[in-house]
């Protein structure tokens, strides 16, 4: 069975310092690894993917993410916050063969706030 | 790109009334999913869809139904509504069982 668990529900950064929002899964077979950014009454939005190939991820508004297979990590981070980055993030694991029961398992959410 | 569009934003409904929540998507995509979003619970799958007609229930489906009549359009239906339906309602589509594509939300009321 797959899992998610994304450490820390809210984590304070200061503007201009490094983001960092953890993100363990649990799969037995390989993952394709996703996270979602949430602003305040709206949907989820695509961030980056990680698939197949190159480990490193880059994704929309400077943010990226690391596949590590040995910790079964997948962080997300920014070398510098922006007060536009406070919102919530999502980490998902699904895994790549799929069957009509699979499903994407996201994680409980990190609120990300920006301090002035 | 791809868009998601769901009927309401905002909608407030009352104890028992029938509330159905629109989704509808315009990438031909195969798959559509409903989620409840509530503050520490995170994301929910109510119901899923990969075809035409084809509906699976997902990990919270008690006290809701779907229709998915045509492919792009996918339904919740909420027969007798009740105050702890209370939520954020989102939609998401998919071409497979990859990323998804999320609309906006509903956020009910129900009182």
């Known amino acids: 069975a797959q899992s998610v668990t994304q450490l820390g529900s809210h984590v304070s950064v200061s503007e201009g310092a490094l983001v960092l929002l953890r993100c363990n899964y649990s799969?037995?077979?390989?993952?394709?690894l996703f996270w979602y950014v949430q602003y305040p009454n709206q949907g989820l939005q695509l961030l980056l993917k990680?698939?197949?190939?190159?480990?490193l991820v880059k994704g929309i508004n400077g943010f990226e993410a690391e596949f590590k297979k040995s910790e079964t990590s997948f962080h997300l981070t920014k070398p510098s916050a922006h007060m536009s980055d406070a919102a919530e993030y999502f980490c998902?694991?699904?895994?790549?063969?799929?069957?009509?029961?699979?499903?994407?398992?996201f994680g409980k959410g990190t609120r990300l706030h920006i301090l002035p | 790109d791809v868009k998601v569009t769901q009927s309401s934003r905002y909608l407030v409904k009352r104890t028992g009334e029938k509330v159905f929540l629109e989704c509808v998507q315009d990438?031909?995509?195969?798959?559509m999913f409903w989620y409840r979003q509530d503050p520490g619970l995170g994301l929910r799958l109510i119901y899923f869809?990969?075809?035409?007609?084809?509906?699976e229930k997902g990990d919270i489906p008690e006290g809701y139904s779907v229709s998915r009549e045509k492919k792009e359009r996918f339904s919740l239906i909420l027969e007798s509504a009740s105050t702890n339906q209370t939520s954020m309602y989102l939609c998401?589509?998919?071409?497979?069982?990859?990323?998804?594509?999320f609309g906006p939300g509903t956020r009910l009321t129900v009182t």
């Open positions: 990438m031909d995509h195969e798959n």
């Open positions: 998401a589509s998919s071409p497979a069982f990859y990323e998804q594509y």
């Open positions: 799969s037995s077979v390989p993952p394709y």
């Open positions: 998902a694991v699904s895994h790549v063969i799929m069957n009509r029961d699979d499903k994407i398992i």
């Open positions: 990680y698939t197949t190939g190159a480990t």
């Open positions: 869809s990969y075809d035409v007609k084809m509906k």
